[in-house]
């Protein structure tokens, strides 16, 4: 039996698009998303689109599209500390770089783990018979249902009662702030986080309608949310970022997804 929290946050998730249709139940520790579609990217223009001066890489998140996707399961919070270490000791895979004597730091264990490059991030989520969200999956489950917004609780300005953003202290436990809509904690601040897609900065103006999973190769994956060491702009639910596959930083963590049994029709 599911845990009445993780439920309700399940239920959560299709309520967010008005919609009658109960949710799949999500496993332990995941939200549910229901299929449906979502308009993915910025939907506005600054001054400085308009006068062609905003620098190419911060305009790879135009053009806004639709994007319809299949149901699938997020992980309601970041992969934490604890939970690698157990994925470590099962496997004899490598330590994240900081952990000195080869374990999670002393009352860090809640804190998201970091310092992971993709393929450590990759070979987790398999490990946990899940897999690492594509972009579309990761901007869906930000915006919670919110259509058109900057943040994931809405348009007002982000501070650090929202989420953990522009300070030096690095990340704090996860589920430190309230979730969004659908019931994930996170996806603004705290610290970026993997996705599968390669990046290409065009690829809004070619990307699928359904199910979008990047360009086939590349030479950067995508990483989405922005972390603590970012400022406002970097964790919008819409801003992209990219770097190579073998990144290793303190501001760079990720969750899992897994896909779900369809239940009703899309929303």
């Known amino acids: 039996m599911l845990p009445r929290m993780v439920l309700l946050l399940s239920l959560a998730a299709g309520s967010a698009f008005g919609d009658e249709v109960s949710s799949p139940k999500a496993p332990a520790g995941m939200v549910s998303i229901l299929a449906g579609e979502f308009t993915m990217g910025r939907t506005f223009e600054t001054d400085d689109d308009k006068r062609g001066m905003r620098p190419l890489v911060l305009r790879d998140d135009r053009p806004a599209h639709t994007v319809k996707l299949d149901a ?21 895979r490598r330590v994240p770089y900081h952990w000195l004597e080869g374990v999670a730091p002393g ?21 946990q018979g899940k ?45 430190s702030h309230q979730p969004n809509p659908f019931g994930l904690h996170d996806m603004a601040g705290s610290v970026s986080e993997w996705c599968s ?8 103006e070619r990307s699928p309608k359904k199910n979008p999973k990047g360009p086939d190769k590349g030479m950067y994956k995508i990483i989405r949310g922005g972390s603590w060491a970012d400022g406002p702009q970097r964790i919008t639910v819409f801003f992209r970022n990219w770097v190579r596959t073998n990144q290793r930083t303190p501001n760079l963590g990720f969750r899992c997804v897994q896909d779900a049994p369809e239940t009703g029709a899309a929303q």
């Open 131 to 175: 897999r690492l969200p594509t972009e579309a999956e990761w901007e869906r489950a930000a915006r919670g249902g919110k259509e058109e917004k900057r943040y994931p609780w809405g348009d007002d300005k982000s501070d650090r009662q929202l989420a953990l953003f522009n300070t030096p202290l690095g990340p704090g436990p996860v589920g």
């Open 107 to 127: 009352g860090k264990q809640n804190d998201p783990v970091h310092n992971v490059d993709w393929a450590d991030a990759n070979t987790y989520c398999s490990w």
């Open 197 to 204: 897609d390669w990046f290409a900065r065009t690829y809004y």
């Open 72 to 92: 699938y399961f997020m992980d309601s919070h970041e992969v934490t500390q604890a939970q690698y270490e157990e994925f470590v000791k099962a496997t004899g």
